[in-house]
């Protein structure tokens, strides 16, 4: 069965990485950097001071900490637990994948930090700023990055979805812990920060 999973998870990612063009070269390669979301995360971060104003700091330390511990377990448990190489190490793909300006990543790919970091920080903010349009963007944003990494040779499918449960699930814990310790029932609704 494992050895089912595994093929069909390469055979997806074949599909997947093959569908490339030049034109989209350069975007997945600045959708997969993360300094291009710099900006996008110091925006996020003001409408967060913006909607919880003193209790802000809460957040703050919240998201940091929820990405850490996202980045930290991706890796030193899933990565280095697993083992398994990234299709960008796997030399019986290598004349097969698209891979661009030589970047293979790490050795081991399980899961992918990008997308557990990505769907961690989606999770957290849908489930802080309750604004339908704003979760449909953050969950839209953590999917096209999740996706620059399969364009990129250097993650499966399965990287990716064992990646985006694990930053789901981190995301919603610490949301359900700053809920219950730190900011209670105050929560925003239609651009209006209201308090239960």
Request: hydrophobic residues 55%; positive net charge; proline residues 1%.
């Given at each position: 069965?494992?050895?089912?999973?595994?093929?069909?998870?390469?055979k997806?990612?074949i599909?997947?990485?093959g569908l490339?063009?030049d034109?989209?070269?350069?975007i997945?390669?600045?959708?997969?950097?993360?300094?291009?979301?710099?900006p996008?995360?110091?925006?996020?971060?003001?409408?967060?001071?913006?909607i919880?104003?003193?209790?802000?700091i809460?957040?703050i330390?919240?998201?940091?900490?929820l990405i850490t511990?996202s980045?930290?377990i991706?890796?030193?448990?899933?990565?280095d637990?697993f083992?398994r190489?990234?299709?960008?190490?796997?030399e019986a793909?290598?004349n097969?994948?698209?891979?661009?300006h030589?970047k293979r990543?790490?050795?081991?790919g399980?899961?992918s930090s990008?997308a557990a970091?990505t769907f961690?920080?989606?999770t957290f903010?849908?489930k802080?700023?309750?604004?339908r349009?704003l979760?449909?963007?953050m969950?839209?944003?953590?999917?096209v990055v999740?996706?620059?990494?399969?364009y990129?040779?250097?993650h499966?499918?399965?990287?990716i979805?064992?990646?985006a449960?694990?930053g789901?699930?981190?995301?919603l814990i610490i949301?359900?812990?700053?809920k219950?310790w730190a900011?209670?029932?105050?929560?925003?609704?239609l651009?209006?920060p209201?308090?239960?």
């Open positions: 069965m494992l050895d089912f999973l595994i093929g069909l998870d390469t997806l990612f599909f997947l990485n490339h063009a034109f989209l070269d350069q997945m390669w600045v959708i997969s950097a993360k300094e291009t979301w710099y996008f995360y110091l925006v996020l971060i003001g409408l967060l001071i913006y919880y104003r003193k209790k802000s809460w957040i330390l919240g998201l940091a900490i511990l980045d930290q991706s890796v030193k448990i899933f990565k637990g083992q190489l990234r299709p960008s190490h796997n793909l290598s097969i994948i698209h891979i661009l030589g990543g790490g050795k081991f399980f899961v990008h970091n961690a920080g989606a903010i849908a802080l700023v309750d604004l349009s979760r449909w963007f969950y839209s944003w953590a999917a999740s996706y620059s990494r399969i990129l040779g250097v499966y499918p399965a990287d979805v064992g990646g449960l694990l789901i699930f981190l995301g949301v359900f812990i700053l219950k900011i209670k029932d105050q929560q925003f609704e651009g209006v209201i308090s239960k």
